[in-house]
C-alpha cells in the first residue's frame, strides 16, 4: 500500500505551523511563521496578538505547504491538529482551521496532545531505533519534564519544573549577565549566546550550589531553575562580578551552565532509576527533545548519563525540537495507524494533562 499522507497544524503558542509528512517518515513539506518580533517588545507572548496572528498566518502556511508538495487537499489522507495544551486563542485558530479542511474534504481528524507531538517526534522515520517504552526529556523555554512514553496515547509524566522552565533561565540569566541575544532561525533566544561565552570561561570560579539537593527534594523527579537565576541576580547586585567583564561574564555563564546541565542530568538519572524500579519500564533509549537539548553542555551531561544505563541518546535536529507541523503530522500518523481518529466536533483542550 502507498504511504499515508498527513497533513499536520499547529498553533498551541506563537507559531504558526504546517506540514505534510508520509506515513514512512518522509517529509513532504512544511512551513512555519513566527511571531518573535511581534512579542519581543512586550517582553513577553500577547494571547491576544497571538490568536490574530495566527488567524491572519494560517491559511497562508496551510496554501504554502500544500504548494510546495505540489499537492492538493485531494492528495493528503489525513488532517492532524494540535488540541492542546496551548493558549486557548491561538489553539482555536488551529483547531477551527483542521476541522473545516477535514469536514469539507472528508479526511480523518486527529487531535493531537501537544506535548505527544514533541515525545513522539524522534520515532519519525526511526522506529525501529526508538522503540516503545523510551524515556523522554522535554528541555526548551516553554517546557521543562520527563515522562515514559509507553506507547501511542500511552505515556506518564515523571516530572515537571516546580518555576521556570530551564530555557527561561537561560535567558534570564544572560540578561543578568548583559549577554546579547543571538537572532537565530532555528533555536533562537540567549542559550546560544550563553554557551558561546562559556566555553572561555571557567565554572569553578563561581561555583554554584545544585537546585533541589536537600534531602527530601532530592528525591523528587522535579526540576527547579529560578533559584540559580535569583543567586545569580543577587551576586550582580551584591558586586561579586561585573556584567561588563568579560571574563566575569565567561565565568558566571560556565557556572550557570553546568549547574543546569549537572541538575538535568541529575534528575533525568532519578528518572530513569523510577521507571525502572517502581514502573517496571526497560527503557530502550533516552530521547532529549526541546530547543536546549542542543546545547552541548547538556549534551555531554545527558550522554555521559545514557551511556551509564547502555541507553542510545536520540535528539531531533534543533528544528524538530521547537514548536513545528512536522511533529502534528507525525503524530497524527501514529494516532491514526492506532485507529485512533476523532470527530469533526472536537474542541481545543485549553489544559490538557499528560
Ligand atoms: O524549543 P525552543 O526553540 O522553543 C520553545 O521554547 O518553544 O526553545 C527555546 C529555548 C530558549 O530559552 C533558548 O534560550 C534555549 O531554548 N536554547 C538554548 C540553546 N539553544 C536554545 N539554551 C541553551 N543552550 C543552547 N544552545
Ligand atoms: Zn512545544
Not at 33 to 50: K, M
Not at 131 to 136: A, E, L, N
Not at 177 to 204: K, M, N, T, V, Y
Not at 278 to 295: D, H, K, Q, R, Y
Request: hydrophobic content about 45%; overall charge negative.
Amino acid at each position: 500500500a502507498r504511504a499515508l499522507r498527513v497533513l499536520g497544524l499547529e498553533s498551541s503558542c506563537d507559531d504558526t505551523a504546517a506540514a505534510i509528512v508520509s506515513s514512512d517518515g518522509q517529509i513532504i513539506s512544511e512551513t512555519v511563521r513566527h511571531q518573535h518580533q511581534v512579542h519581543e517588545a512586550y517582553g513577553g507572548i500577547v494571547p491576544g496578538l497571538a490568536a490574530d496572528h495566527h488567524l491572519r498566518n494560517m491559511p497562508l502556511v496551510v496554501r504554502e505547504t500544500l504548494e510546495k508538495a505540489g499537492m492538493g487537499m485531494a492528495d493528503v489522507d489525513a488532517v492532524a491538529v494540535t488540541r492542546g495544551p496551548g493558549l486557548p486563542g491561538s489553539l482555536a485558530v488551529g483547531v477551527a482551521a483542521g476541522k473545516t479542511l477535514a469536514a469539507v474534504h472528508l479526511k480523518p481528524l486527529v487531535g493531537v496532545h501537544h506535548m505527544e507531538a514533541h515525545a513522539l517526534m524522534a520515532r519519525m522515520g526511526a522506529e525501529d531505533a526508538v522503540r516503545f517504552p523510551y524515556v523522554c526529556l522535554l528541555i526548551s523555554g516553554g517546557h521543562t519534564l520527563s515522562l515514559v512514553v509507553h506507547g501511542v496515547n500511552e505515556h506518564t509524566l515523571l516530572g515537571a519544573t516546580r518555576d521556570d522552565s530551564v530555557g527561561e533561565a537561560f535567558d534570564k540569566v544572560a540578561r543578568e549577565l548583559a549577554i546579547p541575544w543571538i537572532d537565530a532561525e532555528d533555536g533562537g533566544g540567549a542559550g546560544p549566546a550563553l554557551e558561546a561565552l562559556a566555553r572561555d570561561g571557567d565554572p569553578a570560579r563561581f561555583a554554584l550550589p545544585l537546585p533541589m539537593e536537600k534531602s527530601d527534594s532530592a528525591r523528587s523527579l522535579d526540576f527547579s531553575f529560578s533559584g540559580l537565576k535569583t543567586r545569580i541576580r543577587r551576586m550582580r547586585e551584591q558586586g561579586a562580578f561585573s556584567a561588563a567583564c568579560r571574563q566575569d561574564q565567561a565565568d558566571l555563564a560556565a557556572a550557570f551552565q553546568h549547574a543546569a546541565a549537572e541538575h538535568l542530568q541529575r534528575k533525568t538519572r532519578r528518572a530513569l532509576a523510577h521507571a525502572a524500579a517502581e514502573m517496571g519500564v526497560a527503557a530502550t533509549c533516552l530521547v532529549a527533545s526541546g530547543g536546549v537539548a542542543s546545547n552541548h553542555a547538556v549534551r555531554a551531561a545527558l550522554a555521559r548519563l545514557a551511556d551509564r544505563h547502555g541507553l542510545p541518546l536520540v535528539c531531533p535536529p534543533p528544528r524538530l525540537c521547537t514548536d513545528n507541523g512536522v511533529m502534528v503530522a507525525w503524530a497524527g500518523v501514529e494516532r491514526l495507524r492506532c485507529g485512533l481518529l476523532d470527530p469533526y466536533t472536537i474542541d481545543f483542550i485549553q489544559r490538557w494533562p499528560l
